[in-house]
DNA sequence: CGGGGCTCCTGTGCGC
DNA sequence: TGCGCACAGGAGCCCC
C-alpha cells in the first residue's frame, strides 16, 4: 500500500526543514543579492500576515535586498529600507528562481527582469515585513541552533524535561530547525526509541543524539535536501538525500540494520517511523 | 509543566 | 469511472 503509494507520487513531498532551508537560502543568496524589487504580484493574499497586502507592495517596491538570514526553519531579507522581509515555508512553501509566476501565491519582480515565485499550495506559508525581525515573537521564542551548542548544553536542556524525545527535540522553543523528517532519522542514528522520556536518557544516549543530529543535518545539507513532499531547490530540482533516509516514510519496509519492519505511530500527531528492534 | 486536540489548507489516494 | 471523504502536518492556541 504504502509502496504503491510511492510509485504513484509523480511530486516531491516533504516539509522544509533546517537543510531545506539553508540549502535555499545559499543558492538565492548568489543570485538575488543587490537586486532591487521592481514589482509584487499577489495572486493570494492569504499568505502575507502583516502588514496588509497594498502596505505590504509599497514596503516591498524599490528598494534592494541587501542580505540573507536563516534562523532556524525561518528566512530573512534584510532590505535596503531597514524593514525585513520574512518567509516561512511551513509544509509547502518554494521560492523558485527565475520563476514564471504561474502557480505563485505571491511573485517578487525584480530588477533583473526576472520572477522570484513564492509557491505555496496549502497556503500555510507565512510572509511578513517587520522594522526589527530580531523582535518577531517566533525569533524571540526561538531556541538555539544544534550547530550553536556544545554536547553540554544540550545535556543541560534535557535535563529536566519530561517530554517524549522525539517532541522535544521537535518544540522550535527548545532547539531550532529540527522537524519531523529529521527528527526520525536522527533518532534512529542513535537507536533510541522516539518515546522515551528526555530526562531518562543517559548521558551517553544524550552525547550520542547530539551528534546523530548534527550528523544528520549537515548530509543532508550536503545533498541538498530530502525531496519527499514539496520542497525543491531553487532552481526547481529535488533535494537529493531522500535515498539516505533509514526510517522516515518506510513503515512495512526492512529496517537497513536488523531487516525488522519499520513501524510507525503518531506523536503528538505526526508520524513517527523507526525499528522497534534497533531503537530502545 | 505536560499532553491532547483543534485550526489553518488542499492534493492525494482510498473506499465504494 | 467518478464521487466523497479522511488524511497529512508546522506552529499557534486552548483546555484539562
Same mark, same amino acid.
Given at each position: ?51 496588509? #497586502?497594498? %502596505?505590504?507592495?509599497?514596503?516591498? =517596491?524599490?528598494?534592494? !535586498? &541587501?542580505?540573507? $538570514?536563516?534562523?532556524? *526553519? ?78 553540554? #548544553?544540550? %545535556?543541560?536542556?534535557?535535563?529536566? =524535561?519530561?517530554?517524549? !524525545? &522525539?517532541?522535544? $527535540?521537535?518544540?522550535? *522553543? ?86 525488522? =519492519?519499520?513501524?510507525? !505511530? ?15
Amino acid at each position: 500500500m504504502n509502496q504503491k503509494r510511492k510509485l504513484n507520487k509523480l511530486n516531491y513531498y516533504n516539509m522544509p526543514e533546517l537543510p531545506e532551508v539553508e540549502t535555499i537560502k545559499r543558492e538565492l543568496e548568489k543570485v538575488i543579492i543587490g537586486k532591487r524589487v521592481t514589482d509584487v504580484i499577489i495572486n493570494n493574499a492569504k499568505v502575507i500576515r502583516e502588514p496588509k #497586502k497594498e %502596505k505590504f507592495v509599497a514596503d516591498l =517596491k524599490n528598494v534592494v !535586498i &541587501k542580505k540573507m $538570514i536563516r534562523r532556524g *526553519k525561518l528566512l530573512i531579507f534584510e532590505l535596503s529600507s531597514g524593514k525585513s522581509l520574512t518567509i516561512h515555508l511551513k509544509m509547502t512553501g518554494q521560492l523558485i528562481y527565475p520563476g514564471d509566476g504561474r502557480l505563485s501565491r505571491v511573485s517578487f519582480e525584480l530588477s533583473d527582469g526576472k520572477l522570484l515565485d513564492f509557491n505555496d499550495n496549502r497556503l500555510f506559508g507565512e510572509l511578513r515585513i517587520v522594522d526589527d525581525w530580531q523582535k518577531l515573537k517566533f525569533i524571540k521564542e526561538l531556541g538555539p541552533e544544534p550547530f550553536d551548542i556544545d554536547a553540554e #548544553k544540550f %545535556k543541560e536542556m534535557l535535563a529536566n =524535561k519530561k517530554t517524549k !524525545i &522525539k517532541v522535544l $527535540i521537535m518544540d522550535q *522553543k527548545i532547539i531550532s530547525g529540527i522537524g519531523n523528517l529529521y527528527a526520525n532519522e536522527a533518532l534512529f542514528r542513535a537507536r533510541i526509541y522516539p518515546e522515551r522520556l528526555a530526562n531518562h536518557l543517559s548521558d551517553k544516549e544524550k552525547e550520542l543524539l547530539f551528534k546523530e543530529i548534527k550528523n544528520t543535518l549537515s548530509e543532508a545539507i550536503q545533498y541538498k535536501g530530502s525531496s519527499v513532499d514539496q520542497y525543491v531547490q531553487v532552481s526547481g530540482k529535488p533535494g537529493e538525500y531522500a535515498r539516505y533516509h533509514k526510517v522516515y516514510d518506510r513503515e512495512g519496509e526492512s529496517c537497513f540494520r536488523c531487516k525488522e =519492519k519499520i513501524k510507525r !505511530i503518531s506523536l503528538g500527531g505526526r508520524g513517527t517511523y523507526f525499528c522497534p528492534s534497533c531503537q530502545k
